[in-house]
């Protein structure tokens, strides 16, 4: 975390649904452009939730989120859209489309662009994501879902937000496609400068690519911190229902072994191995 | 030991594709067994799963060519509904399965579908609402529920039919990693009280590899690699290739062998891993 000005303050934020089940009770914390975040959690814990009343489609019932100095509670859905984008856990939730052309083209018009501008952010979202030119006017439900993932991030891309939410990823995507898409939102981090925000259950890819990592456990925030540190609290995870990424679960096994407890990855993994048999 | 499936120089295309799915598939699969299957998206996982309980050739338009034996008769000669009682499958998708507008009348519809009585439907209802941990949900819409609660529902709704052979396709992908190991000592139980047959379809292998006896790596259609689990991850280097990750401390020590660090058997868990580092770190 730098010394950059954040770009999401959420203040006391408290969320309950018209059913009365409060899903989220006293949330504060701040996001910085350019940060990688994982949001990690038991099912139910109000991630989703979460990330909803982030873009605001969910407005808080007590407590302010200020996106860009914006309160969700005033934005507009076009002011909205260009500061968060949220990408479904299920893309099929989100294409509605008869082309993928046309599903990427459609934020861009619904917010009223002129045509030669959705053309381009069409054209741009495309390079970016990779689509290859035979998807283009097809019908996303004949694509993968890998590459329905893509239309769908490409789709609010073409909005340009600053911060991008992906929830699940990687779900039902195997080792290799998974490792795809992770490197390629990594790539949006990096060389795009959005700022990225995954929900995920997969700690080894949340070791591999998060920087910092936010933990929830019913309805409140119970760890926020690096992913190095936030692996190593033994009782946080416990009361989270989590476990840190196997490797990391190895390093802590045994402590006289001399590894370190914040062990993220198996490369790291055998550099330490290396160095303490020699 | 008997073999429940029995699968022979089966290949199977579907109406509009090109190539087949699955290609000269020989595999047998013996009564108490607990196998995984493995591979990238797109290997044939689940056309096997679904020819394993007669979705294909039944509800599916395409050629087939082999036999496929399930209990010792082919999957053809069955009555309609009759293969669906002794074998269960629980889909990758669960909302693919759902039908009720409670959780409760969800995990009831099999049990009246196949003819239970009233007492047996409440014994077993109450048997798999703790096993998976429901009890809380059974008035909810199936539909209001988070992901993960849906998958649950999804396996208690089959674990409630009591299926000999049990088929899961990806039954975790939505969970977090408690509620993963949750489903997985589900499994466990099963494997140990209830003698099932358990085929699981996975890609996240920590929580398979320790329970199953063997393994299945599938790729293109075609079953490339099947061992007794050990055995299996002795292959790593096919596996990387196939773009399949072993689990964390299987992957270390697999990159110590090829540094020519280690030659031992590689652990299945993290208690097998510290036990072998406490003997190479002295």
């Not at chain 2, 199936?142 to 529902?153: C, D, M, N, T």
Request: aromatic letters at 8%; proline letters at 5%; one cysteine or more.
């Amino acid at each position: 975390m730098t010394d950059k000005k954040p770009y999401i303050q959420v203040i006391d934020l408290d969320f309950s649904y018209p059913d009365g089940t409060e899903a989220l009770k006293d949330i504060n914390f701040e996001v910085r452009e350019g940060e990688f975040i994982a949001l990690i959690g038991q099912n139910g814990s109000g991630k989703t939730t979460l990330s909803k009343c982030l873009n605001g489609l969910y407005k808080p019932t007590s407590g302010d989120i200020l996106v860009d100095g914006l309160n969700t509670k005033k934005g507009s859905i076009v002011q909205m859209v260009k500061r968060v984008g949220y990408v479904f856990q299920n893309p099929d939730h989100q294409l509605f489309n008869n082309t993928c052309w046309d599903e990427i083209a459609y934020g861009p018009r619904n917010i009223e662009l002129p045509d030669e501008e959705v053309k381009e952010r069409v054209e741009e979202a495309i390079a970016v994501v990779g689509l290859p030119k035979y998807t283009h006017q097809e019908h996303p439900f004949f694509l993968s879902k890998g590459l329905r993932q893509r239309v769908a991030i490409a789709s609010i891309l073409a909005l340009r937000p600053k911060v991008i939410i992906v929830d699940e990823p990687t779900t039902g995507q195997d080792a290799k496609q998974s490792l795809e898409i992770m490197n390629f939102l990594r790539e949006l981090n990096q060389e795009h400068g959005h700022t990225i925000m995954i929900i995920t259950h997969d700690m080894p890819i949340v070791g591999l690519y998060a920087k910092r990592v936010i933990a929830m456990a019913q309805a409140r925030i119970m760890a926020d911190g690096l992913t190095r540190d936030v692996f190593t609290l033994a009782d946080v995870l416990e009361k989270t229902f989590l476990a840190p990424p196997q490797i990391t679960q190895l390093a802590q096994a045994d402590p006289t072994l001399g590894f370190d407890p914040g062990t993220l990855t198996v490369n790291e993994m055998v550099d330490q191995y290396l160095e303490l048999v020699q | 030991m008997t073999s429940v499936i029995d699968i022979k120089d089966y290949t199977w295309k579907y109406l509009h594709t090109e190539s087949p799915a699955l290609n000269n598939i020989d595999l047998s699969i013996e009564e108490g067994s607990f196998v995984g299957i493995i591979g990238p998206n797109g290997a044939g996982k689940t056309t096997l799963a679904y020819s394993m309980d007669g979705l294909i050739p039944g509800q599916y338009n395409g050629i087939k060519k082999g036999t496929v034996n399930v209990f010792g008769k082919e999957v053809e000669s069955y009555n309609k509904g009759e293969l669906q009682q002794v074998v269960g499958v629980v889909f990758s998708d669960p909302e693919a399965q759902f039908t009720a507008m409670t959780v409760e009348d969800e995990l009831v519809f099999g049990m009246e579908n196949i003819g239970l009585t009233i007492q047996e439907i409440r014994e077993r209802l109450e048997w798999v609402t703790e096993l998976t941990g429901l009890t809380d949900l059974l008035l909810k819409p199936p539909y209001e529920i988070s992901g993960g609660q849906k998958q649950r529902v999804a396996l208690a709704a089959v674990l409630a039919m009591k299926p000999k052979l049990l088929i899961l396709d990806e039954p975790t992908s939505m969970l977090d990693p408690v509620s993963r190991k949750m489903i997985f000592e589900v499994l466990k139980k099963l494997k140990t009280d209830e003698d099932s047959t358990i085929v699981v379809i996975e890609h996240s292998l920590e929580n398979l590899i320790p329970l199953a006896d063997q393994m299945i790596l599938m790729a293109d259609g075609e079953i490339i690699l099947q061992e007794n689990t050990r055995e299996f991850f002795n292959n790593s280097d096919l596996l990387l290739e196939k773009g399949v990750y072993p689990p964390g401390v299987l992957y270390f020590f697999h990159e110590l062998h090829r540094k020519g660090l280690y030659q031992g058997e590689y652990p299945l868990t993290v208690e097998q891993g510290k036990n072998l580092l406490q003997q190479l770190v002295k």
